[in-house]
């Protein structure tokens, strides 16, 4: 076993840096920037500023509603940022903006985003921020769905979320992110702890048998058959084993979860 593992080093440019304990001093984020196993610095635009008022945005040219976050203060920031991984040893970050125009964050990008070295992340608020400091600073866009959020801040914390607990050695073996859902491509199966009755309710009966092949076979098939009900759109991206098409076809109809 290595006795440590080369941190993620994650800069975030924000007007909102508070925001960020949710995910820096809570969970196994948390724990995960407590070891050391990833680090996040956050810099804020207002703080490079260099008028009195310390003005981060201005209005649109060409009109329209709302504010566009001027690009000198991001570049100061940005700037900073880099220099900041440079001196830990990321030679060239990779620069994502949270953007709803992105590409919708998914398990295959978090896992990339996971392998690179350094991450700077901009979060943006407004309407937006000068296409001149993207074209010039961004490498790549992200979303994190199709709904209308009031700033790139919450979109930043799934995208670290998701990505941290990817990171060697911060999930324990209990919980391996090998066996998280959408890993196999398949919804999560049902989970039941005490009582053994709740409000008339029983635990399904194969969970208190005790034999494990039949309780791992149960969990495939509940797996597979909510997957089918909630989410066909997973299994016609997925092939299916002999053993997943005889699991299903076991039950066509009855004995369906909720
Ligand atoms: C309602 C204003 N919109 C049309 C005029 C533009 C717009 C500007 C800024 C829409 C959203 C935002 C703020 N959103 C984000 O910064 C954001 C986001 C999102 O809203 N949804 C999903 N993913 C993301 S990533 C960043």
Not at 2 to 23: K, N, R, Y
Not at 144 to 154: A, F, P
Not at 221 to 235: E, M, N, V
Request: contains cysteine; glycine residues 8%.
């Amino acid at each position: 076993m290595p006795l440590h593992i080369d941190p993620l080093h994650i800069d975030v440019v924000t007007l909102f840096p508070q925001m960020f304990a949710a995910i820096s001093e809570c969970g196994i984020s948390g724990r995960a920037f407590a070891r050391g196993q990833a680090e996040l610095q956050l810099w804020n635009p207002r703080d490079f500023t260099t008028d009195n008022h310390r003005t981060a945005d201005d209005r649109p040219y060409g009109g329209g509603p709302g504010m566009v976050m001027l690009a000198e203060p991001l570049a100061a920031a940005l700037g900073a940022a880099r220099a900041r991984q440079q001196g830990v040893g990321v030679i060239a970050p990779h620069r994502v903006y949270l953007s709803p125009q992105g590409r919708t964050l998914d398990h295959a990008l978090v896992m990339e985003l996971a392998a690179r070295p350094g991450l700077i992340l901009l979060a943006g608020r407004y309407e937006g921020v000068d296409q001149r400091l993207l074209d010039e600073q961004i490498d790549e866009y992200i979303s994190i769905g199709d709904y209308v959020l009031s700033g790139g801040e919450l979109a930043a914390m799934v995208v670290i979320d998701a990505v941290v607990r990817q990171l060697p050695g911060v999930l324990g073996d209990a919980d391996s992110a090998q066996q998280d859902s959408f890993v196999n491509g398949l919804l999560d199966y049902p989970h039941y702890t005490r009582p053994e009755v709740y409000r008339g309710v029983s635990v399904p009966a194969v969970l208190m048998g005790g034999n494990h092949a039949l309780i791992q076979r149960w969990r495939l098939q509940q797996s597979l058959l909510l997957t089918r009900r909630y989410r066909p759109d997973l299994l016609a991206r997925r092939s299916m084993s002999a053993a997943e098409i005889s699991l299903l076809a076991e039950c066509r109809q009855d004995d369906q979860p909720d």
